[in-house]
Every structure is written in structure tokens, then in C-alpha cells.
């Protein structure tokens, strides 16, 4: 069983469940209600088949995931693909070996959610209240929560069982605290004035033509089902808002807090349970004699609040370990608790102050109230005309008027756009996405696409632009510009090969400084971790190959600006460990394991792809390229 290499699971798949839910609702919501019968594949694996939604849905999460990092969206939706294939081997693989996620264990996991707790603690109601929302069975969740821990525990099995020795360590540190000492020159770009010739910019234009081109453009029509729309429609009388507000009053309550003093009695290796409880007894005997913040800051194993008497600050209801929320409850003001058993130890629990909760007047908050009475409301009747639309825009593809007749819905327009860019509702990648899709493009109804939890749109067509080649007339200083980068880059290029060449056959770096009029740059001392240089010229440094006796190592480094580097390595120094590097010996080899684990698992990974039924279409190749 799977359950006996780990019990429970925190890693990366779980993490992506927990950090991604709201994401991953969006995944698997109306997608489930789609017929995917008409479209092709974009990849298999097995059995198993995807489509381009589900690489656009994939491509969705990994762009929140990397918003920001400047990764083109091609990439991320390549990333996407390849994320859902090894995803899916694994999964199969760890199927046929017959490993499970217990029911308590996924059940415990589930109640971790935030999503579905309330005041912090989970509630069953809320729970099929947002499934419900997400038009998902409680089966089909937990099914993909147990798929998630699966994988979850098979890597964790791999990486945990993965071992360092001191060896490996010492040699870390070898590697880790190496010095390097190089000499340096940098060869600029000139600045050429030469103008190409129209010759060369025709050429050029005529091997480059899809770089200088109008991108396809097109704009939409569409109908918006919105929940906020829907709730301002919802009418309201002061009867129904009061009744709303008296059943709802929780919600507009601040709740009693109460100030928690404790003392603690740790249960560890060293001190067992009942050695502890006596502590902890004998402690509130001593209470009758001598003051509470007294004791606490000689006895107490909380050594950081003992210094302040045991204060534990001001908690609302829920916030605290359920054994110390229950004794402070019954606890009236300035009494101590009987030893109270938590994950930690015992404690002696006093409540020092009370603030009384606080309830917020019906006239004050009237108008949070109609909005959250509107939307209560709203919410069955937007679930019921999203139903509605799905099928109605399957139905009737070649029109939207049935759709917003029926839903009382306006068919708005769009600007033109670009697979890249837009504005008003194309600003959405959501809707560029869709819009620019085959079954789009061939003239029907798009799927329904959710924007968030509370809108969805469905749209088509209206004006399609293809692709046009700009003028060459248009985009002749362009060229001319480019021409001339590249003569330089060449120019730059060539040169520092030559210098590069006459270093290795012997000559003097300086000599060739002088006759070239460039500047040495000398730097000792050079570590992995501490050093000034640009990122690809500090790895170029530590990749090559160390001096052979007196000879240096020659190469030479291109930089983002087109400059390239010529580098003397002159002298490597093995690194030794530091006091300070032997005082972290057991956190480095715990790391130096997890990276070996971690190698292990993505080995495995690899192996498994390898070997699998994969197949990816050229054509959904071509279509997710268009998308």
C-alpha cells in the first residue's frame, strides 16, 4: 500500500490543489458539460485524450502561476501540454501498481480547503454549496483529489527514500566554495554607418516576410450572463432585506474575543505524557499560592511567551486548537482551566480579558445586506440560465438572437483584435483564446467561457481579417535597422574569435589589448555565490574547463547586448568547508538528498514518457499554434 510510504501529503501536487483550487474549479467547471465529440484530439496518452480547451484551461493556471515573468503565451501553452501528458503517464503508472489515497485520507485533505470551511472549520453545507456552483459532483472532486495525492505520495516515496552521504557534502562544498581568477576584455559593437543596399533589403524582406506582417484580426459579437447583472435585477422590500439580515446576523456580528494566558508543558522525546500531566497539575496547585504571569515565566516550556507571562494575545472564536477553544470558552473571566491536552503538550489556560462581541445595526449595513440578498438570490437563477445557454447556443450555432431573446440578454461588439492582444472584453485571454478557435473560425457558437465564477459569454464571429503582408515600402528603415545590427553583431563576433585564437596559440593578452584598444579586467577570487558579473558570463566561468599547468583556459562569452567577452581562467582554487559551512552539515545533506530524490523522480518521469502511448496530432499541433 501507498499509504505506508507517507500518510499524508504537502508536496507539489497537493500544493497545486491548495494554492490553485479557484483556478482549478475554472478547469474542470462547464468543461464538463461540453460535447467534445466533434473536435479533434490535441494529444493522447493511452486511453486518455485531450483537447485544445484543455490546454487553453491548463494554460489559464500556469499564466496566473507565471504572470509577470515575461514567458511568452506560446511557450506557457506548450508548458501547458507537456505538463498534462506527464501528469497523466504518472497517473497511469501509479494506477497499475494498484496505489490508493484512503477515503480518510483524501477526506482530511478536503477539510484542509479553505473554500469549504466557514469561521474556519469545514462545512458540509458550503462544500456542496461550491461544487454545486461549479457544476460538480461530490465523486467527480474526489476522484481528482485522490488522483492529486496519489502522484503526490509516489514522488514524496522517491524523494523521501533519497540519502546524502558525507561524501557527497564535503564534495558540495568543494564545488560550492571553489574560487575562481579570470582576466577579461569586452568587445563593443561598432557603430557602422554604411547603409545596406536596396538589393539586400529586398532580399532580406523576401526570406523574412511572415516578421513583417499585418497579424490576422478579428472582432466578435457576443452575450455576457453576468451574476452581478442578474442580482441588481432581484427586487427587494425591507421585509425580505430584515428577514435576510436576522437569518444572515453572523455575518454582520464582530465576535466576542477573548485575551488567552497559558502555560505550557511540552510532550516530547524526553518528556512523556504522563510526566508532563503531573507538571501540569502540580502547576494550577501552586496557582492557589502565587500569581498566574508569575509562574508562567518559571515554569513554562513556551519559553517565548513566558517572558511575558504566558500572554497569547486576543483570539476570535476558532482561531485556536480546538481542545484550548473549548476550555476557554467555559472559562470565566481571570479562571484557570484544569490541564488541557493539545498537539504540543498541556496546558493551564486562563482568559485575562473579554471583549464583547458586537452587533452591526440592520440601518448601517442595509446596503451590504441588499447586495449579498440580491446575489443570494440571483446565484440558482444564474446557475439555471447558464444551463440554459449552454444548450441553447448548441442548439442554435449560427445565431446568438435565440440565446439573448430568450435569456433577455444584449448581443454587444468588439473591436477588432489579435490572437495577442485586444481590448474591451478581448482584453480577456479567455476570449481571445476562444475566439480565434476552430469551431469559431468555421462560423458557430463558442463553447461557453467562464470569466471567473460569476460570468460567462459565448460568442462568434463578426469580421475576420486574415494575415496581410505589410508593404515593403512600409517596413524598409526596419530592415536597413536590422541589417546593420547584424553586420555588427558579425563584425563583433568575428573579432573576438580571432582574439580568442591568438590567445590560445600563446600570445599575451596584454599585448592584444594594447593593439585592439581594449581594457583587462582582472577578478580574483570569483565563488558561485558571491560575484559581480552578469549572470551568463559568471556561469560560462564556473562551466569551463580548469588551467592544464601554466596555460590558461580561453573562451569567450556572448552577452544580451551583442557584446561578447573574452575570458583568461588563470586559477581555479578547490574550496574547503567554513566553520560556518560545518555548523549547516545536516541541512545541507538534507537538501543535497531532496535534489537527488527530486533527480530520481523526474528519472522516473522521463522513463515512463519514454516508453508510453503518446501521440500528439500535427494538426492540433498547427491549431494550438493558431491559438
Given at each position: 500500500m501507498?499509504?505506508?510510504?507517507?500518510?499524508?501529503?504537502?508536496?507539489?501536487?497537493?500544493?497545486?490543489?491548495?494554492?490553485?483550487?479557484?483556478?482549478?474549479?475554472?478547469?474542470?467547471?462547464?468543461?464538463?458539460?461540453?460535447?467534445?465529440?466533434?473536435?479533434?484530439?490535441?494529444?493522447?496518452?493511452?486511453?486518455k485524450?485531450?483537447?485544445?480547451?484543455?490546454?487553453?484551461?491548463?494554460?489559464?493556471?500556469?499564466?496566473?502561476?507565471?504572470?509577470?515573468?515575461?514567458?511568452?503565451?506560446?511557450?506557457?501553452?506548450?508548458?501547458?501540454?507537456?505538463?498534462?501528458?506527464s501528469?497523466?503517464?504518472?497517473?497511469?503508472?501509479?494506477?497499475?501498481?494498484?496505489?490508493?489515497?484512503?477515503?480518510?485520507?483524501?477526506?482530511?485533505?478536503?477539510?484542509?480547503l479553505?473554500?469549504?470551511?466557514?469561521?474556519?472549520?469545514?462545512?458540509?453545507?458550503?462544500?456542496?454549496?461550491?461544487?454545486?456552483?461549479?457544476?460538480?459532483?461530490?465523486?467527480?472532486?474526489?476522484?481528482?483529489?485522490?488522483?492529486?495525492?496519489?502522484?503526490e505520495?509516489?514522488?514524496?516515496?522517491?524523494?523521501?527514500s533519497?540519502?546524502?552521504?558525507?561524501?557527497?557534502?564535503?564534495?558540495?562544498?568543494?564545488?560550492?566554495?571553489?574560487?575562481?581568477?579570470?582576466d577579461t576584455?569586452?568587445?563593443?559593437?561598432p557603430?557602422?554607418?554604411?547603409q545596406?543596399?536596396?538589393?539586400?533589403?529586398?532580399?532580406?524582406?523576401?526570406?523574412?516576410?511572415?516578421?513583417?506582417?499585418?497579424?490576422?484580426?478579428l472582432?466578435?459579437?457576443?452575450?455576457?450572463?453576468?451574476?452581478?447583472?442578474?442580482?441588481?435585477?432581484?427586487?427587494?422590500?425591507?421585509?425580505?432585506?430584515?428577514?435576510?439580515y436576522?437569518?444572515?446576523?453572523?455575518?454582520?456580528?464582530?465576535?466576542?474575543?477573548?485575551?488567552?494566558?497559558?502555560?505550557?508543558?511540552?510532550?516530547?522525546?524526553?518528556v512523556?505524557?504522563?510526566?508532563?500531566l503531573e507538571?501540569?497539575?502540580?502547576?494550577?496547585q501552586?496557582?492557589?499560592?502565587?500569581?498566574f504571569?508569575v509562574?508562567?515565566?518559571?515554569?513554562?516550556?513556551?519559553?517565548?511567551?513566558?517572558?511575558?507571562?504566558?500572554?497569547?494575545?486576543?483570539?476570535?472564536?476558532?482561531?485556536l486548537?480546538?481542545p484550548?477553544?473549548?476550555?476557554?470558552?467555559?472559562?470565566?473571566?481571570?479562571?484557570?482551566s484544569n490541564?488541557v491536552?493539545?498537539?504540543?503538550g498541556?496546558?493551564?489556560?486562563?482568559?485575562?480579558?473579554?471583549?464583547?462581541?458586537?452587533?452591526?445595526?440592520?440601518?448601517?449595513?442595509?446596503?451590504?445586506v441588499?447586495?449579498?440578498?440580491?446575489?443570494?438570490?440571483?446565484?440558482?437563477?444564474?446557475?439555471?440560465?447558464?444551463?440554459?445557454?449552454?444548450?441553447?447556443?448548441?442548439?442554435?450555432?449560427?445565431?446568438?438572437?435565440?440565446?439573448?431573446?430568450?435569456?433577455?440578454?444584449?448581443?454587444?461588439?468588439?473591436?477588432?483584435?489579435?490572437?495577442?492582444?485586444?481590448?474591451g472584453?478581448?482584453?480577456?485571454d479567455?476570449?481571445?483564446?476562444?475566439?480565434?478557435?476552430?469551431?469559431?473560425?468555421?462560423?458557430n457558437?463558442?463553447?461557453?467561457?467562464?470569466?471567473?465564477?460569476?460570468?460567462?459569454?459565448?460568442?462568434?464571429?463578426?469580421?475576420?481579417?486574415?494575415?496581410?503582408?505589410?508593404?515593403l515600402?512600409?517596413?524598409?528603415?526596419?530592415?536597413?535597422?536590422?541589417?546593420?545590427?547584424?553586420k555588427?553583431?558579425?563584425?563583433?563576433?568575428?573579432?573576438?574569435?580571432?582574439?580568442?585564437?591568438?590567445?590560445?596559440?600563446?600570445?599575451?593578452?596584454?599585448?592584444?589589448a594594447?593593439?585592439?584598444k581594449?581594457?583587462?579586467?582582472?577578478?580574483?577570487?570569483?565563488?558561485?555565490?558571491?560575484?559581480?558579473?552578469?549572470?551568463?558570463?559568471?556561469?560560462?566561468?564556473?562551466?569551463?574547463?580548469?588551467?592544464?599547468?601554466?596555460?590558461?583556459?580561453?573562451?569567450?562569452?556572448?552577452?544580451?547586448?551583442?557584446?561578447?567577452?573574452?575570458v583568461?581562467?588563470?586559477?581555479?582554487?578547490?574550496?574547503?568547508?567554513?566553520?560556518?559551512?560545518?555548523?549547516?552539515?545536516?541541512?545541507?545533506?538534507?537538501?543535497?538528498?531532496?535534489?537527488?530524490?527530486?533527480?530520481?523522480?523526474?528519472?522516473?518521469?522521463?522513463?515512463?514518457?519514454?516508453?508510453?502511448?503518446?501521440?500528439?496530432?500535427?494538426?492540433?499541433?498547427?491549431?494550438?499554434?493558431?491559438?
Amino acid at each position: 500500500m501507498l499509504t505506508k510510504i507517507r500518510e499524508k501529503a504537502h508536496g507539489l501536487f497537493a500544493q497545486v490543489l491548495l494554492i490553485g483550487i479557484c483556478v482549478l474549479f475554472g478547469l474542470w467547471g462547464i468543461n464538463n458539460y461540453t460535447d467534445s465529440s466533434k473536435e479533434a484530439a490535441v494529444a493522447s496518452v493511452g486511453d486518455k485524450d485531450f483537447y485544445q480547451r484543455d490546454v487553453n484551461k491548463a494554460y489559464e493556471q500556469y499564466s496566473q502561476q507565471f504572470q509577470g515573468m515575461g514567458i511568452d503565451e506560446q511557450s506557457l501553452k506548450d508548458q501547458a501540454l507537456e505538463k498534462l501528458i506527464s501528469d497523466e503517464v504518472l497517473l497511469q503508472y501509479v494506477h497499475k501498481q494498484g496505489l490508493v489515497a484512503t477515503d480518510d485520507a483524501t477526506r482530511d485533505f478536503i477539510k484542509t480547503l479553505p473554500y469549504f470551511q466557514i469561521d474556519g472549520k469545514f462545512n458540509d453545507g458550503q462544500y456542496k454549496a461550491v461544487l454545486s456552483s461549479q457544476r460538480m459532483t461530490s465523486a467527480d472532486f474526489v476522484s481528482r483529489i485522490k488522483n492529486a495525492l496519489i502522484m503526490e505520495q509516489f514522488q514524496n516515496g522517491l524523494i523521501n527514500s533519497s540519502f546524502a552521504t558525507n561524501y557527497d557534502v564535503e564534495n558540495f562544498f568543494k564545488i560550492q566554495n571553489q574560487q575562481r581568477d579570470v582576466d577579461t576584455m569586452t568587445v563593443t559593437i561598432p557603430s557602422l554607418t554604411e547603409q545596406p543596399s536596396d538589393t539586400e533589403i529586398s532580399s532580406y524582406y523576401q526570406q523574412h516576410q511572415a516578421q513583417y506582417q499585418i497579424p490576422e484580426q478579428l472582432s466578435i459579437e457576443y452575450v455576457e450572463l453576468s451574476l452581478t447583472d442578474l442580482a441588481k435585477k432581484v427586487p427587494v422590500t425591507d421585509e425580505k432585506l430584515k428577514a435576510f439580515y436576522e437569518d444572515q446576523k453572523d455575518t454582520y456580528t464582530t465576535p466576542e474575543r477573548r485575551k488567552i494566558s497559558h502555560i505550557l508543558f511540552i510532550v516530547n522525546d524526553k518528556v512523556d505524557d504522563k510526566t508532563a500531566l503531573e507538571k501540569a497539575q502540580k502547576a494550577k496547585q501552586e496557582l492557589a499560592t502565587k500569581d498566574f504571569s508569575v509562574l508562567a515565566k518559571e515554569v513554562s516550556d513556551d519559553k517565548l511567551t513566558a517572558k511575558t507571562g504566558g500572554d497569547l494575545g486576543l483570539f476570535n472564536a476558532g482561531a485556536l486548537e480546538k481542545p484550548l477553544e473549548d476550555a476557554a470558552k467555559t472559562l470565566k473571566l481571570g479562571e484557570v482551566s484544569n490541564p488541557v491536552k493539545s498537539a504540543f503538550g498541556y496546558h493551564l489556560i486562563k482568559v485575562t480579558e473579554l471583549v464583547a462581541g458586537d452587533i452591526k445595526p440592520y440601518d448601517s449595513v442595509k446596503n451590504e445586506v441588499t447586495n449579498a440578498y440580491q446575489k443570494a438570490q440571483a446565484e440558482n437563477s444564474f446557475y439555471e440560465s447558464g444551463e440554459a445557454l449552454t444548450a441553447l447556443s448548441f442548439e442554435h450555432p449560427d445565431s446568438l438572437q435565440v440565446v439573448a431573446d430568450t435569456l433577455g440578454l444584449t448581443i454587444k461588439k468588439s473591436n477588432l483584435f489579435t490572437k495577442d492582444k485586444g481590448d474591451g472584453i478581448a482584453a480577456e485571454d479567455k476570449i481571445r483564446s476562444a475566439a480565434f478557435a476552430e469551431e469559431v473560425l468555421q462560423g458557430n457558437n463558442s463553447t461557453p467561457i467562464e470569466l471567473g465564477s460569476d460570468r460567462l459569454v459565448v460568442l462568434r464571429q463578426l469580421e475576420h481579417k486574415e494575415a496581410a503582408a505589410r508593404d515593403l515600402k512600409d517596413v524598409k528603415a526596419e530592415i536597413a535597422a536590422v541589417l546593420l545590427a547584424d553586420k555588427a553583431k558579425l563584425q563583433t563576433i568575428t573579432q573576438a574569435k580571432k582574439i580568442v585564437s591568438r590567445l590560445q596559440a600563446g600570445e599575451s593578452m596584454q599585448a592584444i589589448a594594447a593593439e585592439q584598444k581594449l581594457d583587462i579586467k582582472k577578478a580574483t577570487g570569483l565563488t558561485r555565490n558571491k560575484q559581480e558579473l552578469p549572470a551568463p558570463l559568471a556561469d560560462a566561468i564556473f562551466k569551463a574547463a580548469k588551467p592544464v599547468g601554466d596555460k590558461p583556459s580561453v573562451f569567450m562569452v556572448p552577452l544580451a547586448t551583442g557584446e561578447q567577452v573574452i575570458v583568461n581562467l588563470t586559477k581555479v582554487t578547490t574550496g574547503v568547508m567554513s566553520e560556518d559551512d560545518k555548523k549547516k552539515l545536516e541541512l545541507a545533506k538534507k537538501n543535497i538528498a531532496h535534489a537527488f530524490g527530486q533527480s530520481e523522480f523526474n528519472t522516473v518521469v522521463n522513463s515512463l514518457q519514454s516508453t508510453a502511448d503518446i501521440k500528439i496530432t500535427p494538426k492540433a499541433q498547427q491549431e494550438q499554434a493558431a491559438q
